[in-house]
């Protein structure tokens, strides 16, 4: 199989979280959120090199990565911009090389779910990602009038859940496809959420692979309950030491 290196987008600074310190340095368990993710993708040896993409002003990161074999980067003002940073970096990549790019924010991740995502994209000339299919009905709403309160929104349109599922990371792409395709996102003024749209972009339709719903992204503040939760529930399945 091609080398696999890793970019871990940790630019951000969790304004929907609204903590002090940036989300990644909010504590799970007694260790940060980026200890976590961190250690979950160093306990993949498929991966030969990872780089963390941080936040120019970023004073936190040493204190959790010091001496760990992962390599610093400097973000952007988006994640997309932050995940090409951390591409350009790779200077080792080749473009056939595969780049498995998953949030900082993601720290509970399962190991197993990226091997899973890894073998069934080994053979595939673009690669793929985690998703999980979408359990409720899901609702377009009609457009939100100037001044109009969000939460009083009217239903639009019934979206048709069966070809629906969340998007997650990692998101697993040949190093050169996905450098230029984010190139290109970039050159044409587009920001893209994820790896995918910006593969989408240019024709490519990425394997979707069902990953756990535990892999919850950091996003709100009462998400890090949910997530105690979720690590004491991988914790008693023998996930995660
Ligand atoms: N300029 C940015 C923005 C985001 N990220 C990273 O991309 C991941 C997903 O982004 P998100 O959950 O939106 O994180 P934040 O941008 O920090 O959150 P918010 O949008 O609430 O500010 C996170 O690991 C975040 O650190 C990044 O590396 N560079
Ligand atoms: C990449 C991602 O986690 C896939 O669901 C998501 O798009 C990140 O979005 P965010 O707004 O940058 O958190």
Redo the contacts with the bound molecule.
């Keep these: 199989m091609s080398a696999c290196f890793a970019v871990?987008?940790?630019?951000?600074?969790?304004?929907?979280?609204g903590a002090q310190h940036?989300?990644?340095y909010a504590l799970l368990d007694g260790q940060t959120v980026m200890a976590h993710t961190v250690q979950r993708l160093l306990s993949v040896p498929e991966i030969t090199d990872i780089a963390v993409?941080l936040?120019a002003h970023d004073q936190l990161a040493e204190r959790v990565i010091a001496g760990l074999p992962v390599c610093r980067v400097i973000?952007?003002?988006?994640?997309m911009?932050?995940?090409l940073a951390g591409l350009l970096a790779l200077t080792d990549a080749h473009d056939d090389d595969w780049v498995l790019v998953h949030?900082?924010?993601?720290p509970l991740v399962r190991p197993d779910d990226i091997r899973r995502l890894l073998t069934a994209c080994a053979d595939d000339p673009v690669g793929g990602l985690l998703a999980h299919a979408v359990r409720d009905t899901i609702k377009r709403t009609q457009p939100v009038a100037q001044g109009q309160v969000a939460d009083s929104r009217c239903v639009a349109q019934t979206i048709p859940r069966d070809e629906l599922m969340h998007a997650l990371t990692p998101q697993l792409f040949r190093y050169g496809l996905l450098r230029d395709a984010l190139l290109a996102a970039r050159a044409d003024g587009v920001v893209v959420t994820d790896e995918a749209a910006a593969m989408e972009r240019l024709g490519h339709s990425p394997r979707l692979v069902t990953g756990a719903r535990d892999n919850l992204?950091?996003?709100y503040a009462d998400d890090l309950a949910l997530a105690e939760f979720y690590l004491a529930q991988q914790r008693a399945q023998g996930v995660c030491p």
């Design positions: 871990l987008p940790a630019a951000g600074s969790g304004s929907r979280f940036a989300k990644q993409v936040a973000g952007g003002a988006e994640r911009d932050s995940v949030d900082i924010a993601r992204k950091i996003t």
